[in-house]
């Protein structure tokens, strides 16, 4: 990452039709240590950028005000070609895969903090992984050393994960994150302890399907010289090491009831006891918990306490899936070849327009890690493989030309069907799932319609509708 230190000479070029744009991140990126100049037309921006020979042009993308794809390419072709950073109000996949294609550095979502511009400007001159802060991406696996975000992503459901993020970590509650298998549960709460005030000290991840449930304890808790057969020293647990900082349980609902109480001492005293201990060790750290599991449901079974779902509950965190996030597929992409590039071989690597537009279609059931994995294989087979077998996500059960939007009519409602009657008030409070139910029938199950109705947004009335396995009545 480039630092404040190493900006001095470095010239950007801020090209945007709005001037409090230009004087914000000029003013901004000046005190950073870059030398900013601005424009405010493609004429302008193509004189500044012949005269000054700028090492980074940020432009706005507005085909109306003439900043086009055909003007990025122009820039591109100089003798001495810029780092290109497109910025856009408009994120659909499309126009990131086009302007990625056409030689941009990153693609920045607008409305943008000047933090987002700092990271992009300094990964880009880096040649690092491109990423846009807020419109930066949620995926597996992404290293965040240089205290840049560990999400990228430029969509509305990304921004709206960061957003809850940024004020979850201004405070100590206990957070269960949940979402699909592969969504990136882990980068959510990675990034909870890299924004929190407890970044300092140590998160510490315990995966609670990975071992038996005595093992579990003592990798937890720790356990006393001589607690069992082998223990010849005494060893500190989990909650020990994170002291004073996170601790994440990923795949808490698969966490045995014995452990659910002494978990739940943890959460409530503040203090555990190790195996074959006496004493108590008092801890202080904030829990965060990962499931893709119904915690409610497991709760109605009695095979998850529902005091300690009361208490890791605090906050809730839905991570998107990566169907309700296309418009980040190609930035994750690009991270993904920028991180596995030893899986070339030699080979020949580029990813097609035609590859892009079934990345974009594939419902990708395994989501951002599927997408990883496909992207890994693709590098390792390279060019010469076989182009249908390659554009396919492996193993392929999805028909490319079955169509991945809903049906207008769906979202539009139904002209036949019959209205949903008026709910009784005196029947006592709905469930949320009912209140949900009958916000859908009484719309003619127009989602965006019910959503504004409930209260909620258009992707967690998604959310919901999977969670309780709702189905539009036929």
């Known amino acids: 990452m480039v630092t404040n230190g190493e900006t001095a000479g470095l ?3 801020v090209a945007d039709t709005d001037p409090g744009v230009r004087w914000a991140v000029k003013t901004g990126l000046e005190r950073s240590g870059y030398t900013v100049s601005g424009a405010g037309s493609v004429s302008e921006m193509l004189r500044v950028a012949g005269e000054e020979t700028p090492d980074v042009i940020i432009t706005e993308i507005l085909p109306e005000a003439g900043f086009t794809l055909e003007v990025l390419g122009l820039l591109l072709r100089k003798e001495r070609p810029p780092k290109v950073i497109c910025v856009s109000v408009e994120t659909v996949p499309r126009m990131v895969i086009d302007c990625m294609q056409q030689g941009a ?11 987002d511009i700092r990271a992009s400007l300094g990964k880009v001159l880096d040649g690092a992984i491109p990423s ?8 597996s696996g992404g290293e965040a ?3 840049s975000s560990f999400l990228v992503g430029i969509s509305p459901a990304m921004q709206d994960l960061r957003g809850i993020i940024e004020r979850i970590a201004r405070t100590d ?3 269960l994150v949940r979402g699909e298998s592969g969504s990136g549960k882990d980068l959510v709460a990675r990034e909870i302890h890299r924004l929190s005030q407890r970044r300092g000290k140590p998160l510490i991840k315990v995966n609670c399907t990975a071992l038996p449930e005595h093992l579990l304890e003592s990798e937890l808790f720790g356990y006393e010289k001589g607690a069992f057969t082998g223990a010849y020293h005494a060893k500190p647990g989990r ?3 994170a002291n004073g900082g996170v601790i994440f349980l990923d795949e808490i609902g698969d966490m045995h009831l014995n452990l659910q109480a002494k978990l739940l001492q943890v959460i409530e005293h503040k203090e555990f006891t190790k195996v074959g201990g006496r004493k108590a060790v008092r801890v202080d750290v904030q829990i965060i918990a990962a499931t893709n599991a119904d915690l409610e449901q497991k709760t ?3 095979s998850f306490r529902d005091d300690l779902y009361f208490r890791l509950n605090e906050v809730s965190i839905w991570t998107p899936s990566l169907k309700e996030r296309r418009e980040d597929i190609p930035l994750l992409v690009r991270h993904f070849v920028q991180k596995h590039g030893r899986f070339r071989n030699g080979t020949d690597f580029e990813i097609s327009g035609e590859d892009f537009d079934y990345l974009t279609r594939y419902p990708w059931p395994g989501n951002v890690r599927e997408l990883e994995s496909t992207i890994k294989r693709w590098m390792a087979l390279g060019s010469s493989a076989d182009g249908r077998a390659r554009a396919m996500p492996a193993p392929m059960t999805w028909a490319p030309e079955a169509e991945l939007e809903e049906p207008a009519g769906e979202d539009a409602g139904s002209s036949t069907a019959a209205p949903a009657p008026e709910p009784n008030e005196d029947a006592g409070p709905l469930t949320e799932e009912e209140r949900i139910r009958r916000a859908l029938d009484k719309h003619r199950w127009n989602r965006r319609k019910a959503a504004q109705a409930l209260g909620m947004s258009y992707q967690t009335l998604r959310r919901r509708i999977e969670k309780y396995n709702l189905a539009k009545p036929k």
């Open 11 to 13: 010239r950007v070029l």
């Open 105 to 115: 550095a990153d693609f920045v979502a607008k409305p943008f903090a000047l933090h």
């Open 132 to 139: 846009s802060g807020r419109g930066g991406a949620g995926g």
């Open 145 to 147: 050393e240089d205290g």
């Open 173 to 175: 509650l206990n957070c």
């Open 239 to 241: 909650f020990e090491l």
């Open 300 to 302: 109605k079974e009695g």
